[in-house]
Structure formats: structure tokens, C-alpha cells
């Protein structure tokens, strides 16, 4: 059974880089889109970004200046790291795999979250 | 612009069945997934496409789309299923994902 294991520091003061990185366990890497998702406390879920078949990014516009995802696909794990953090980036933070590329040339019109890691609270404070 | 609109909460008796719907603004290129979000717990997808529920998501769960509108059904609700439910899609002029802003379901 795939699962997504993922890991990272949980307390971050202001201005420190939150990182976190995600490792694909029993299953295929390169061929799927791969992303980051979090959940400040109270709030929904919000994209953060991802990283495809073809190591291309693209991130939430609101992150961007500060954010780089990258991936080991030796090692078939990516990386999240989000630089000059504030109380604002506060989370849970989730990885995520998204549809398989040959879906989205196949199906035209899918796109889902079908496999989650369970999540890492990053709390950022002084 | 592109957004996804939820209602902020909905209620449903127990064994009845309730609509959850999602505003598409923009967004009529791709599906609306839906995902059940638990307290303490990581998002789980219940329906993606044009009406798909992955392994082991029970058969009360079904969806569908209409013009601009995304809905997750549950025919006969459970007790378990009282949760958050956020739909999401991409956005083809951005490639970029968009979350509603998630509806809570509560099962009475």
C-alpha cells in the first residue's frame, strides 16, 4: 500500500525557513504531480504548490517569492521549503499526490488529491 | 476572476439525504474533486471526475456538475460522515488550485 510519509521541524521562529520534505513509500514517483497543501488553525486548505512528472513548479502566487519545491527522485522524495516565516504561515501542513500525468492527457478534466500524508503542524513563533 | 463558493455549513438528519454544493466561477475546465476533512485527521478524497469515488469511499457518496455548480451527495447520511467538506479544481488560465472554502456538515 503507497503512503506518504512525511517529516519536518515543527517550531520555527520568525524569519527561519520552514522545511519539510515527503517520501513516496511503496510506490512510483516520477510520473505524478506532486504538492503541498496546508491548514492554518480555524481555516480551509490551501494550495501551496506542487512539482510535476518533468520537475517543473508552480506555486501559489501568494508564496511564491518565498517558496521553493524540489524533489530527489533517487530518493523519491520532494521538499518543501518556505523562507522568512511568520506566525502567519502557521500550519498543518500537508503532502499530496496528485493525478498520474497520462490521467490528465487521457481525462481531460480531472484533477484530485487521491493520496495525503498525515500532516505536520508547523508552529511559528518567538 | 477564478473562486470556488461553498455554503459555510449544512445540517442533515440522520439517514437523509443532503446536497453540498460548490460554485464554479471560472473554473468549468476541470471536474470538482471533493474531499472529507475530519478533525485531526489528513483530507480524504470522496468523488473526483465526472462522478468517481475512490476505493473503500461508500456508495452514499456520489457527485455531479451542472453548468457551474458542484455537488457531493449523500443519500442516507451517516453519523461518520459529519465533517468538513472542501471542493477544489484547477484553474487552466492560471494552472494553479483553488480550494472552496469548505462546508461543514452536521449529521443531527
Known amino acids: 500500500q503507497v503512503q506518504l510519509q512525511q517529516w519536518g521541524a515543527g517550531l520555527l521562529k520568525p524569519s527561519e525557513t520552514l522545511s519539510l520534505t515527503c517520501a513516496i513509500d511503496?510506490?512510483?514517483?516520477?510520473?505524478?504531480?506532486w504538492t503541498w497543501i496546508r491548514q492554518s488553525p480555524g481555516k480551509g486548505l490551501e494550495w501551496i504548490g506542487e512539482?510535476?512528472?518533468?520537475?517543473?513548479?508552480n506555486y501559489n502566487p501568494s508564496l511564491k517569492s518565498r517558496l521553493t519545491i524540489s524533489r530527489d527522485t533517487s530518493k523519491n522524495q520532494f521538499s518543501l521549503d518556505l523562507n522568512s516565516a511568520t506566525a502567519a504561515d502557521t500550519a498543518v501542513y500537508y503532502c499530496?499526490?496528485?493525478?498520474?500525468?497520462?490521467?490528465?492527457?487521457?481525462?481531460?478534466?480531472?484533477?484530485?488529491?487521491?493520496?495525503w500524508g498525515r500532516g505536520t503542524l508547523v508552529t511559528v513563533s518567538s | 476572476s477564478s473562486d470556488l463558493t461553498q455554503d459555510p455549513a449544512v445540517s442533515v438528519a440522520l439517514g437523509q439525504t443532503v446536497r453540498i454544493t460548490c460554485q464554479r466561477d471560472g473554473l468549468r475546465n476541470y471536474y470538482a474533486s471533493w474531499y472529507q476533512v475530519k478533525p485531526g485527521q489528513a483530507p480524504v478524497l470522496v468523488i473526483y471526475g465526472k462522478n468517481n469515488r475512490p476505493s473503500g469511499i461508500p456508495d452514499r457518496f456520489s457527485g455531479s456538475t451542472s453548468r457551474n455548480i458542484a455537488s457531493l451527495t449523500i443519500t442516507g447520511a451517516q453519523a461518520e460522515d459529519e465533517a468538513d467538506y472542501y471542493c477544489d479544481s484547477r484553474d487552466t488560465s492560471t494552472n494553479h488550485v483553488i480550494f472552496g472554502a469548505g462546508t461543514k456538515l452536521t449529521v443531527l
Open positions: 499530496a499526490r496528485g493525478p498520474l500525468h497520462m490521467v490528465m492527457v487521457t481525462t481531460p478534466g480531472y484533477w484530485y488529491f487521491d493520496l
Open positions: 511503496g510506490g512510483s514517483f516520477s510520473d505524478y504531480y
Open positions: 512539482i510535476d512528472h518533468n520537475g517543473n513548479t
